[in-house]
């Protein structure tokens, strides 16, 4: 099984910058695919970045292409959310999740997704 911890929330103005991390502990094979959500308070958790462990592969949320680039360091085990020009609407809790299914999931909704962090609060204020 594997566990994920995030880090690198934080409270940042409007515009700024955080790089988000998550790093995985256990058996992680190149078939996993890694995901970036986000909750908002009184929201469903959404989808906000996902790669493939293999690096091969990247999909975004439409708000967040051009801003937001996820990436995997394969000898830390560490997955990143680098979040660039934030805005408010970026608030939330942001989770890291994994799915074990080989390959890209059918749908990249929190549902298709096995583990999960226990997440980090990311605040942007106007």
């Known amino acids: 099984q594997v566990q994920l911890v995030e880090s690198g929330g934080g409270l940042v103005q409007d515009g700024g910058s955080l790089r988000l991390s998550c790093a995985a502990s256990g058996r992680v094979f190149t078939s996993y695919y890694m995901g970036w959500f986000r909750q908002a308070p009184g929201k469903e958790r959404e989808f906000v970045a996902a790669?493939?462990?293999?690096?091969?592969?990247?999909d975004y949320l439409d708000s967040a292409k051009g801003r937001f680039t996820i990436s995997i360091d394969n000898a830390k085990k560490t997955v990143y959310l680098q979040m660039n020009s934030l805005q408010p609407e970026d608030t939330g809790v942001y989770y890291c999740?994994?799915?074990?299914?080989?390959?890209?999931?059918?749908?990249?909704?929190?549902?298709?997704?096995?583990?999960w962090g226990q997440g980090t609060q990311v605040t942007v204020s106007s």
């Open positions: 999740a994994v799915s074990v299914r080989p390959g890209r999931p059918d749908s990249l909704k929190p549902a298709y997704f096995d583990s």
């Open positions: 790669v493939s462990w293999s690096g091969g592969r990247t």
